[in-house]
């Protein structure tokens, strides 16, 4: 025997009863098929450098400048003029004499050469015959043809440089070393020589 419970509805089924009515709770934790929001990660350096254009400062002109006003650019400090005192207390004298060989062999050389040239040049351009000619109209008969190119050919003249040449390298470079030697000995008593160095 069924109970007005258990009855079948109208509609074929069985009636449900409602549940008990309770006071609406606030969810604890949202439902399984809720999507999930992910969790915020911190702004990385990474990430603040990709960061769009619109958030980062424009490169226009600043707010304070006039709009047609050009840019101020200061100009870069000059720098300050360094100056730099030495003593030259001793000079070597193994690197003086070499310096002085080599200049005075320079020497030597250019005077043998220049002795040559000149003696061509005044060949070609006749001075020779003309001091001749002089010597013989002031001497007279007397002269007996005196003839200046046999007294001072080219080889003569070419020996003759040749010799001063010599010298001269010897006396430069003993010259030059006494005179470091000199320099060493007054250096160490008078303190030497002071120069003042700048930077232009």
């Known amino acids: 025997m069924s109970t007005p419970e258990n009855a079948p509805s109208s509609s074929g089924g069985y009636p449900q009863a409602a549940p008990p ?3 609406p709770q606030r969810p604890s934790a ?8 992910p969790a915020e990660r911190p702004l990385t350096a990474t990430a603040a450098q990709q960061r769009p254009a619109a958030q980062q400062r424009p490169a226009g002109p600043r707010p304070n400048q006039r709009p047609g006003q050009p840019t101020l650019v200061r100009p870069a400090p000059k720098a300050k003029q360094r100056r730099a005192r030495l003593i030259v207390s001793k000079v070597d004298t193994w690197s003086v004499l070499k310096m002085a060989f080599l200049l005075s062999v320079a020497l030597g050389i250019v005077t043998v ?10 060949d070609v351009t006749g001075i020779f015959d003309k001091i001749n000619g002089l010597l013989g109209e002031v001497a007279g008969a007397e002269s007996g043809g005196f003839d200046l190119k046999k007294v001072a050919s080219l080889g003569q003249v070419a020996s003759f440089a040749t010799i001063i040449a010599v010298v001269n390298v010897v006396l430069l470079t003993a010259l ?4 470091a030697v000199l320099y060493n000995i ?3 008593l008078v303190g030497g020589i002071g120069v003042t160095l700048t930077d232009d």
């Open 21 to 23: 009515s309770r006071p």
């Open 30 to 37: 949202p439902p399984s098929n809720a999507p999930q929001r």
């Open 113 to 122: 050469v220049a002795s040559i040239v000149l003696w061509t040049i005044l």
């Open 176 to 179: 030059a070393m006494l005179t």
């Open 186 to 188: 007054s250096a160490t």
